[in-house]
T-cell receptor, first 115, second 111 residues
Framework: NAGVTQTPKFQVLKTGQSMTLQCAQD?????MYWYRQDPGMGLRLIYY???????DKGEVPNGYNVSRLNKREFSLRLESAAPSQTSVYFC??????????????FGPGTRLLVL | DAKTTQPTSMDCAEGRAANLPCNHS???????VYWYRQIHSQGPQYIIH???NNETNEMASLIITEDRKSSTLILPHATLRDTAVYYC????????????FGQGTRLTINP
């Protein structure tokens, strides 16, 4: 199992450009998440999807949109990139239904630089 | 806002036990304590979690005080590869939880 995979690993954008960050998991998990991490900071939740077909805002959703394409894939879109969106983006997934444990598994991250 | 308080940084000698404290004085009765770590900008990695009882797995032990207002993560024989930022998180297990990562503790294992 590859676990959680993210593409691309690194991206440079100019202000105003758009792009989509891709995330896929092969663990048959129901829930998926997008976080951003700024230098020296903890992770902040952007959006999450509790199950296929549903999405909800997290702490910092402004400037982003998401799509839960199917159970495996959860994409994050920046419609008009801004320098404030320079960050490392992590995707995560979890089972979503266990009542005893709810571990999130994280991807390797996408490093985004907006000039 | 994170509901936990952790020291900003700690040092530990290689081979020794690393004890990382966490205060969570406002924890409610059905909130779990989770520990994750992040090694050098990689994605966070789950370590261990608990509700009331002490827990142990192949990576670490978790000691939760009787009043549940604080806990300690113990890495019994720290190695250089344990150098990372360690996050203590409390939250309810219900559907898609929202992990709230604070600043964490930067643990440095020294040779």
């Amino acid at each position: 199992n590859a676990g959680v995979t993210q593409t691309p690993k690194f991206q440079v954008l100019k202000t105003g450009q758009s792009m989509t960050l891709q995330c896929a998991q092969d663990m048959n998990h129901n829930s998926m998440y997008w976080y951003r991490q700024d230098p020296g900071m903890g992770l902040r939740l952007i959006y999450y999807s509790a199950s296929e077909g549903t999405t909800d805002k997290g702490e910092v959703p402004n400037g982003y949109n998401v799509s839960r394409l199917n159970k495996r894939e959860f994409s994050l879109r920046l419609e008009s990139a801004a320098p404030s969106q320079t960050s490392v983006y992590f995707c995560a997934s979890s089972d979503g239904y266990s009542r005893l444990t709810e571990t999130q598994y994280f991807g390797p991250g996408t490093r985004l630089l907006v000039l | 806002d994170a509901k936990t308080t952790q020291p900003t940084s700690m040092d530990c000698a290689e081979g020794r036990a690393a004890n990382l404290p966490c205060n969570h004085s406002t924890i409610s009765g059905n909130e779990y304590v989770y520990w994750y770590r992040q090694i050098h900008s990689q994605g966070p990695q789950y370590i261990i979690h608990g509700l009331k009882n002490n827990e142990t797995n192949e990576m670490a032990s978790l000691i939760i005080t009787e009043d549940r207002k604080s806990s300690t993560l113990i890495l019994p024989h720290a190695t250089l590869r344990d150098t990372a930022v360690y996050y203590c998180i409390v939250f309810l297990i219900q559907g898609a939880q929202k992990l709230v990562f604070g600043q964490g503790t930067r643990l440095t294992i020294n040779p």
